[in-house]
């Protein structure tokens, strides 16, 4: 899982994503956010590949994922096609990991399109309003400027938008793996494009459902997280019917890079519990 290359395709209403599927045992799938990929769990998932089926999804239009002009990146797309990858690779109950836009795409596939899992972990997701960190909100409010941006300009933005969702200092091979599927002229276009249809009318049509989950679930929440304050987690977890989030200290929105060991305990103690 080094290299992280995720060699399966999926395809779905004329759009496919990148997958990979490895190891033995119950399935446990990992769900990535914005603006990142399946890259975001390098540290996290291959520790569970002894005991687990591990599965590695790039969402349409992220990662290595096909990305193109029109494409419909939308978070009511991506709960839909999640919902059909599980039916497809007959991927019955497993347990979900998901964390910002990945908290979103499982939570609509659960609770609109009847995606049933054993489990779901939740890490500082995009799900109840207001959400976006400052940097998309600024985008979303220029969008034609910024889509017009220099190559040179975008390449130097992304390292620093990217930092900002970690409170620890990103190392440089963190930053550009991060970075990477957005440069080039198919890559720079994408990045905008998803960030353009985000939508709180995506979370805000499954807020008043989110007190019927099926399954377990517990919620992740970096102390420092400077995209999605704390405050959205207690608010979270209040409709979730938990007593509170798991607090992860000194960790801000990429809990995978500022405290992966504290995570890695929590999903270990988490599906420990499971029958």
């Known amino acids: 899982m080094s290299s992280l290359t995720l060699p399966h395709r999926f395809e779905h209403e004329g759009e496919a994503i990148a997958f990979d599927r490895r190891g033995h045992g119950q399935p446990l799938v990992f769900l990535h956010g914005t603006p990142f990929s399946s890259f975001v769990w390098r540290r996290i998932a291959p520790l569970f590949e002894v005991d687990h089926e591990i599965v590695l999804i790039d969402l349409a239009g992220y990662g290595q994922s096909a990305m193109r002009e029109g494409q419909d990146v939308s978070l009511a797309r991506q709960g839909r096609m999640f919902a059909a990858f599980l039916a497809d690779q007959a991927l019955a109950r497993p347990d979900v990991v998901a964390h910002d836009f990945g908290g979103a795409t499982s939570l609509r596939a659960h609770l609109l399109h009847q995606a049933e899992y054993r489990s779901l ?155």
């Open 121 to 275: 972990t939740l890490i500082d997701p995009v799900a109840i309003a207001p959400w976006g960190s400052p940097f998309v909100r600024h985008v979303r409010a220029h969008e034609t400027a910024f889509a017009g941006l220099p190559a040179t300009i975008h390449e130097a933005i992304l390292p620093a938008y990217v930092q900002g969702a970690a409170h620890r200092p990103l190392a440089t091979e963190a930053t550009t793996g991060y970075a990477a599927p957005w440069l080039g002229e198919v890559g720079q276009a994408a990045f905008y494009r998803q960030i353009a249809q985000m939508d709180q009318r995506f979370t805000d049509e499954i807020e008043p459902l989110l007190g019927r989950l099926r399954c377990p679930v517990q919620l992740l929440w970096g102390a420092e997280d400077a995209w999605i304050p704390l405050e959205r987690g207690h608010a979270l977890a209040a409709r979730l019917g938990l007593g509170g989030p798991i607090i992860v200290p000194k960790a801000g929105h990429l809990v995978q890079e500022d405290a992966p060991e504290a995570l890695t305990a929590a999903l270990l103690r988490f599906l420990g519990q499971r029958p």
